[in-house]
């Protein structure tokens, strides 16, 4: 059974920190990973997607993918009390076209 | 709102109504999908359309009925539902099946 672990949190980070969220993933061979945000009674909305090992920015987004440790995590810098929502990490396991989505982690950003 | 609409936003229907969930996407995407999220839980995938063709049915059951009469419009006809079908349903479409889903604003159900 393919699956995606994150923690569900709450986590919450005073504004202006950097928040870090993580999750870990079953798929040795996947290769492509995506974050969505998704704001209470909202759907998903995709923020950033990785394709390679490493670190991939995108304004306040850190992105960063270790294949061989099998996790992804996703750095905001600078939070703000509107980054408060429901992060979903989500693959796509080799060979398929179903992604796998995770839980979910819920960021609260106190102002 | 974004590429891709649903209606209605709110259903509330009996255990012996029958309804119909309606999609839409205006980004010509190739591929849409129903998914269910209820609280909790991961998004669960009910059904996969790529080219208006049915790829995928993930065990859903018959209740759900999914229908797809072109590459812009997906239904989820609904009927004789149970309470715990009470969720969030929502509709993502992506270029291909491998492309990143964009979703719709979902329809909030509940089966009385």
């Known amino acids: ?111 | 709102e974004t590429g891709v609409t649903q209606t209605p936003r709110h259903l509330v229907m009996g255990m012996t109504n029958k309804k119909s969930l309606k999609c839409e996407q205006h980004l010509g995407h190739n591929a849409m999908y129903w998914y269910k999220q209820s609280a909790k839980k991961p998004l669960e995938l009910m059904f996969v359309y790529s080219l208006e063709e049915r790829v995928e049915n993930n065990s859903v059951p018959s209740r759900f009925s999914p229908e797809c009469p072109n590459s812009s419009h997906l239904f989820l006809h609904l009927h004789t539902l149970q309470p715990e079908d009470s969720a969030l349903y929502l509709c993502a479409s992506s270029q291909d099946g491998t492309s990143s889903y964009i979703f719709g604003p979902g329809t909030r159900l509940t089966v009385l």
């Open chain 1, 1 to 111: 059974q393919k699956e995606v672990e994150q923690n569900s949190g709450p986590l919450s980070v005073p504004e202006g920190a950097i928040a870090s969220l993580n999750c870990t993933y079953s798929d040795r061979g996947s290769q492509s990973f995506f974050w969505y945000r998704q704001y209470s009674g909202k759907s998903p909305e995709l923020i950033m997607f990785i394709y390679s090992n490493g670190d991939k920015e995108d304004g306040r987004f850190t992105a960063q993918l270790n294949k061989a440790s099998q996790y992804v995590s996703l750095l905001i810098r600078d939070s703000q009390p509107s980054d408060s929502a429901t992060y979903l990490c989500a693959f796509l396991p080799s060979g398929t076209y179903k992604y796998i989505f995770g839980t979910g982690t819920r960021l609260k950003v106190l102002a």
